[in-house]
């Protein structure tokens, strides 16, 4: 299923690192931990339907093992991803080469990683900052037109803007740094890569 | 004769003439001319491409090293068509051609959901829409809310394949590669061709690896290329080699060169007509005839030794004596060779009817130049010298033979064992795939690319009929719901089956009932779009759009033409009785439990190397009684000319020369095949050949009256010949064993075994104690 484009379409390229002005003074404040776990709201407006698609769930990162995306309502649903698999309800889905990456860039604190990919323009204040990223690639520019994040010590919000005028909107919340992963968490993990 | 000859070749030889294709040596397939067909058609796509696979460390840098092949390859010149990004616009294009039949066009996982719990389907649809993905589901929400035709569409292509840059990404644990496919031109492509796809490669490859990346790259024309050049190089090597081996020889032994040259000239003429008439005949001939037509010198050159080797046989001796003497040898050692070969010729296999005229032609033209010209050409030729060979050659056939006879009874036994062990542990081998030899780093490269890229078809598949159009589509149905366990089994990865992609219309129907019954009359589908927030405008719109499309059908014509090319192939159409297509097969792990589908109504299992190998074991139970049948024909015709104890004798040297040559095959596990026993119709041909000039040698003895010092000089003579003419023809089919084809390995193991043990036999042949 081509279902992942657009978040995937990030992907393009994150291997060097220009650090940009404003990455270089965000990139310090966000932790960067091994694990990270929260709760997320997202919502998603689509031009043609009358209200937003709102769903909310928990997340988890492990640097080394992937993301657990844990839909809870209104349908629960789980999307497991690596750097080498991507598993939903559906079964095995295509992985889009960088897509690992963008979420370890996002989840994991590190920001400056995005820059290969976009232009980035950004507001800092005392505890917070604010980043708009704009693809570089002509061929996402036709379905992305623009990221914004913005955070404190964590991401807290990413909001995708895209060309047909849809929007996705995620808020992290009740973000935390365990030392070590649930025995649920181990086991969701584990049906990654057995 | 030659100017005949000559003639031809200018209008032959000007054409494109040599064949390098590996199928082309294999015979037509003995099935039904609509088996015929369908394998054309599964083979013709892959017999012309080539897929390359550029890697480095990201997939920026792998796509840009795609991007700079796609330029090489562009300038190359070889390419029909280059594919790296995507078509996008042929998707799309794709797309809107087949969305008004959407509701009739159900892929067979939503048929059954349907069918099962419908409610199932717009739940899968809600987890999609609420997943942080699917994005570019969303926006198709809009047109397709229910995502059926988005299901149909994308089953279309179930190996899921990462894209960047409308660029295919495969990966592995240390490396990104990009994806480029490019179809050749022709699928017969010309040798010179051949060896710039190979410099193509090669050159490709060297330039990626010096700015750090790497190619892989795989497909049957560089398998072709590959033997080609292998060909070529060992056409060269036993050309040169034996040659040699002859030209040292000779000059040894006659200490001058008008020998060298005469027998130069009786090969090259032999040679030169047997490529012309060949040519003539089949058009084409294949590379390998070459390989084998090469070691026709060795043989052409028997002749040629004879005569001349006759010469020192007598004082004062004379060109036209020595003729009248040597011809009746001449003539059966021709005629038993040609009745050798001509066993080739009722082989199916166009290769060696090739090699069969190639030979017979040669040899009948040798033979003709020695016997018309050589009385002219050796005029005045009357070595004095004593050659070192013809003292060693005169020795051994006088002291042999003595000490054979006197162990004769330990080496008969001894022999008897030999034979019968070695036959024993002889086990034949008929794989077609023997046929073929590549280089391990191109096998390689091509499991890499199988591993990583799992999409080439493989060898075996069903071919798919019915009576009608219906009848056909409900027996591929049959046949894919059987293959499904099997794929569950990960017996086969996947396959490709048009009824699949293309419900017939009669099905069409029966989805748009479906889709009625379960969604849209249980107004689930309005619930469903009003819980979303579709307006009323758009939930009135789809029904509508339902309600007017309800006639709709697509036919398979006009759905092929939508389709790619890869899809397409697998029609093979409809006749006045029967339609028929091709179900493909990927990743076969367990071909036993497929060929037993069979056994379901209108289908056929169609698996060419089984096919080709089983034919060869067939044909290798045919031949051995063929070449049975030759060895007992020789027999007769020699009874009638020498009388049958004499017979018996000559017979039996080519005899045990070629059960001493099976016997080894076991002792050395050399493949034993069909072609082997080609090779013992050549030990018999040059066995003949030698026992019957000793045999000659020794009836000239008893027809003159006064025993004088020539008649001991006849054997010396003939002996000196034989040896020479083992020695040359060992040089040439010595020569082939050293070949990486197993086959032309094993021809030339054969034939070099046999004829050593006929040179060290044949003495025995009129041999008496003096």
Known sequence: MIILRVLLLILLSLNNCIADDVLARITPQLSQKTITQGLFQQEKRLKFLNKPLLSAGSFSYDQSKGVIWKTITPIPSLLLVNDEHLLTAQGEQALPPAFARVFKALLGGELNRLSEGFEITGKEQKTSWQLQLTPKDELLKKVIKTILLSGDSELRLLELQEANSNLTRIKFSEISHPDRLSNEQQAEFERLSP | ?770
Request: charged fraction near 15%; hydrophobic fraction near 45%.
């Open chain 2, 1 to 770: 004769m030659m100017l005949v000859i000559g003639t031809l070749s200018s209008q032959t030889l000007t054409k494109d003439w040599l064949e390098t294709g590996f199928l082309a040596l294999l015979p037509a397939t003995e099935q039904q001319p609509e088996i015929a067909k369908a394998i054309q058609k599964h083979n013709e796509q892959r017999d012309r491409k080539v897929i390359w696979l550029s890697g480095a460390a990201t997939s920026e840098a792998a796509i840009s090293h795609a991007q700079k092949l796609k330029q090489q390859l562009q300038q190359s010149r070889l390419f029909k068509t280059i594919l790296l990004e995507l078509p996008q616009q042929q998707v799309l294009q794709r797309y809107q051609q087949l969305f008004p039949y959407r509701y009739q066009l159900l892929d067979a996982q939503t048929q059954a959901t349907l069918q099962n719990n419908p409610k199932d389907l717009l739940s899968r649809n809600l987890e999609t829409l609420y997943s942080p993905m699917g994005q570019m589901t969303a926006a198709d929400l809009e047109h397709d809310p229910l995502l059926i035709f988005s299901r149909y569409f994308h089953a279309q292509n179930p190996i899921k394949l990462a894209v960047e840059d409308g660029i295919v990404i495969l990966k592995d644990t240390n490396r990104v590669w990009a994806l480029l496919m490019a179809d050749l031109e022709d699928s017969n492509l010309q040798l010179d061709k051949l060896e710039s796809l190979l410099a193509l490669v090669n050159n490709a490859k060297a330039i990626m690896q010096e700015t750090g990346g790497d190619l892989i790259a795989t497909g049957m024309p560089l398998f072709t290329a590959y033997g080609s050049e292998s060909a070529k190089h060992e056409i060269s090597t036993v050309g040169v080699g034996s040659s040699v081996g002859i030209v040292i020889l000779m000059l040894l032994t006659f200490r001058t060169l008008r020998p060298l040259l005469l027998s130069f000239l009786a090969i090259s003429c032999g040679l030169f007509a047997a490529l012309v008439v060949s040519v003539m005949v089949f058009g084409k001939i294949h590379i390998i005839t070459l390989v084998f037509g090469a070691s026709l010198i060795g043989v052409a050159d028997d002749y040629a030794l004879h005569f001349m080797c006759d010469s020192f046989g007598a004082k004062n001796w004379q060109p036209r004596l020595g003729l009248r003497y040597i011809f009746p040898g001449l003539l059966i050692g021709l005629l038993t060779n040609l009745l050798s070969y001509s066993g080739l010729v009722l082989s199916p296999f166009p290769g060696l009817q090739q090699v069969a005229l190639f030979s017979a032609v040669g040899l009948l033209v040798a033979w003709l130049t020695v016997v018309l010209l050589f009385p002219l050409l050796l005029t005045r030729f009357t070595p004095e010298h004593q050659p070192v060979i013809l003292k060693l050659a005169n020795n051994w056939q006088q002291h042999w033979p003595v000490w054979l006879l006197k162990n004769r009874r330990w080496l008969v036994i001894l022999l008897a064992i030999f034979i019968a062990g070695g036959l024993w542990h002889l086990t034949p081998r008929d794989d077609v795939r023997l046929l073929q030899s590549a280089p391990a780093e191109l096998i390689k490269m091509a499991d890499k690319i199988k591993q990583l890229l799992p999409v080439s078809p493989e060898n075996q598949f069903f071919m798919v009929s019915g009576n009608n159009l219906d009848d056909w589509h409900r027996n591929e149905q049959q046949l894919l719901k059987a293959l499904n366990p099997l794929t569950a089994q990960n017996k086969l990865s996947s396959y490709q089956g048009l009824s699949d992609y293309w419900p017939d219309e009669n099905t069409q129907k029966l989805n748009y009932h479906l889709l009625d019954g379960s969604l849209y009359q249980s107004g689930l589908i309005k619930h469903y779009m009003s819980d979303l927030g579709f307006s009323d405008k758009a939930i009135k719109n789809e029904l509508n759009q339902f309600t007017t499309a309800k006639n709709r059908t697509i036919s398979l014509p006009d759905w092929l033409s939508t389709a790619d090319e890869n899809k397409q192939n697998l029609w093979l159409g409809c006749d006045s009785s029967q339609c028929r297509s091709i179900v493909s097969l990927i990743g076969i792990t367990d071909l036993s439990a497929l060929s037993l589908l069979q056994n379901l109504p209108g289908v056929a299992w169609v698996d060419q190397v089984e096919q080709l190998s089983s034919m060869f074991a067939r044909y290798r139970v045919r031949v051995s009684l063929l070449l049975t049948a030759a060895y007992f024909l020789v027999f007769i015709g020699l009874g009638f000319k020498f009388g049958w104890k004499n017979a018996l004798k000559i017979t039996s040297i080519p005899v045990v020369s070629a059960l001493v040559s099976l016997a080894m095959m076991g002792w050395f596990n050399q493949l034993f095949s069909l072609f082997n026993l080609f090779a013992l119709l050549l030990v018999l041909g040059i066995g003949v050949d030698d026992a019957i000039f000793f045999f000659m040698a020794d009836a000239s003895r008893e027809k003159q009256t006064s025993p004088d010092s020539d008649n001991e000089d006849k054997r010396a003579s003939t002996s000196l010949a034989v040896t020479l003419s083992a020695l040359t023809t060992l040089l040439a089919f010595g020569l082939l064993a050293i070949s990486s084809t197993e086959i032309v390995h094993a021809f030339g193991f054969t034939v070099a075994t046999g004829i050593f043990t006929a040179l060290l036999l044949s003495p025995l042949v009129g041999f008496r104690k003096v």
